[in-house]
């Protein structure tokens, strides 16, 4: 992820995902399915074969994903993603990568959902303990997470999505303080920088050009286990 006065523009964050292929009980490979609440993403396919399987109150629809495939969805999508052959993904995240950092809630069975305690216990992933621990705590919540999301998408009328979204709600709002600083300092500073922009462009003022600056960042990490699949993140700045 990369963000900051100096990172990615427009506040967009960055990571490259390896998803999952690990075989559920439906026999499909693939990764955790959840749903960001104040952020789109974006996948820009990069390598392999899979598809995205969405569900939002407009119903359920799968999206294949090949080399070349750019694919987004906003706020209240649940989504799924499934590798059919080695797949790969750039993806672009917004708000400074805040889907990365809490802007999302896995789709666990509705007794995980009650309090922040309750959902942390059950999805949290050990970062200090061996990979096998860490890779058996994913599984796990992804197998969990795939519980919860069958009993929506064969649901008989829309209470049981709508009870999903009131819960998720739920869940994060201790947390907005904390994700309002991070749009503030991130997509809407760079909104307003343009705006500043603009403004002295149409005065004639031409001195910010020479503040001019160039950025290249390598990962920060390889292989974190995430919702979908190993990620290589950028530092956040």
């Known amino acids: 992820m990369v963000n900051g006065d100096e990172g990615l523009p427009g506040g967009v964050a960055v990571s490259h995902l390896s998803v ?15 749903m960001h609440l104040t952020c789109s ?10 598809a995205v399987q969405t569900l939002t109150a407009s119903g359920y629809e799968v999206t294949p994903l090949t080399p070349g495939t750019v694919a987004w969805f906003t706020p209240g999508t649940i989504h799924r993603l499934v590798n059919e052959d080695e797949l ?3 993806v672009l995240m917004q708000n400074s990568g805040l889907p990365e950092a809490g802007d999302a809630v896995l789709t666990l069975p509705p007794r995980y959902l009650t309090d922040p305690e309750t959902y942390a216990a059950a999805t949290r992933i050990p970062v200090d303990a061996p990979e096998q621990e860490q890779e058996k705590a994913a ?7 795939l519980e919860g999301y069958r009993a929506l998408r064969d649901a ?3 209470e049981p999505l709508a009870a999903f979204h009131r819960a998720a709600a739920a869940l994060v709002r201790p947390r907005l303080a904390e994700w309002r600083a991070r749009w ?3 997509a809407r500073a760079a909104a307003e920088a343009t705006g500043e922009q603009l403004d002295r462009l149409g005065r004639g003022d031409v001195t910010y050009l020479a ?3 160039v950025r290249a960042q390598e990962p920060s990490a390889y292989g974190k286990f995430g919702m979908c699949g190993r990620l290589d993140v950028y530092q956040v700045d």
């Open 20 to 34: 999952y292929d690990w075989p559920a009980t439906d026999g499909v490979c693939g990764g955790t399915p959840h």
């Open 41 to 50: 993403e974006g996948y820009v396919v990069t390598g392999g074969r899979g």
């Open 88 to 90: 790969r993904i750039t």
């Open 139 to 145: 599984r796990a919540r992804r197998d969990l997470a």
């Open 156 to 158: 008989d009328g829309p």
């Open 184 to 186: 503030v300092r991130g």
């Open 211 to 213: 503040d001019a600056l």
